[in-house]
Structure formats: C-alpha cells, structure tokens
C-alpha cells in the first residue's frame, strides 16, 4: 500500500546477500534505499531480471535524494513544527522537498 515501508533482501542466483535495503512504496512506484555505495549492484541485477515486455523502468535517482530517519513518539510534532508535514503515521513513510529554512 502506498506509505508502506518494507526492509528486505535482494539475493543472487545462488543466495548470496546483494543487499539489504528499504522499499518506499509510492502511488505509482517503489523508491528502493539500497546500502551506501551499493546502488550500482543493485542497479544491475535488477535490470538483468526485468523482462523487455514488463511495464518497469529502473533509475538511480540517488544524486538528486538525501535520506535521513526520525523516530519517536514525538517525530511527528518535530516534523510539523519544522512545516514539513501535517500529520505522520507510526511506521509510514513521507517523501518531502525540503530545501531548508
């Protein structure tokens, strides 16, 4: 569901850990936070099993993103004072354009 956060593990053919990473599920898409240094293997094996008739394109956005978590009961009260969001779910996850004060 759109806001969901899923952790899992991408394996290769012979289940060997590519990586662990984060998925951001979106309305029309899945933003996935691979390991730092990591995004050009997972890049790679996640275009070697895309088929050419799948209605799936993969794009390292990485340049153009900065992550960073906030936890606790009170994270959402900081990020509204901050006038970054209005209301923030337990265990959900928001993408914002933030360009500072």
């Known amino acids: ?5 899923v952790d899992t593990t991408f394996v290769n053919a012979k289940a060997g850990v590519l990586d662990l990473a984060t ?3 979106q309305e029309n898409s899945v933003l996935v936070l691979a ?3 990591n995004a050009d293997v997972l890049l790679t094996h996640l275009e070697k099993h ?4 799948d209605d799936v394109k993969v794009t390292d956005i990485s340049q153009r993103l ?3 978590s906030i936890f606790g009961k ?3 009260e900081a990020l509204k004072q901050l006038g ?3 209301d923030l779910e337990e265990n959900k996850q928001v993408l914002l354009n933030f ?3």
């Open 50 to 53: 895309i088929f050419p008739r």
């Open 66 to 68: 900065s992550v960073f």
């Open 1 to 5: 569901a759109p806001g969901s956060v």
């Open 35 to 37: 390991s730092p240094g």
């Open 84 to 86: 970054m969001i209005e």
């Open 74 to 76: 009170e994270s959402g």
């Open 23 to 25: 998925l951001l599920v």
């Open 99 to 101: 360009e500072g004060y």
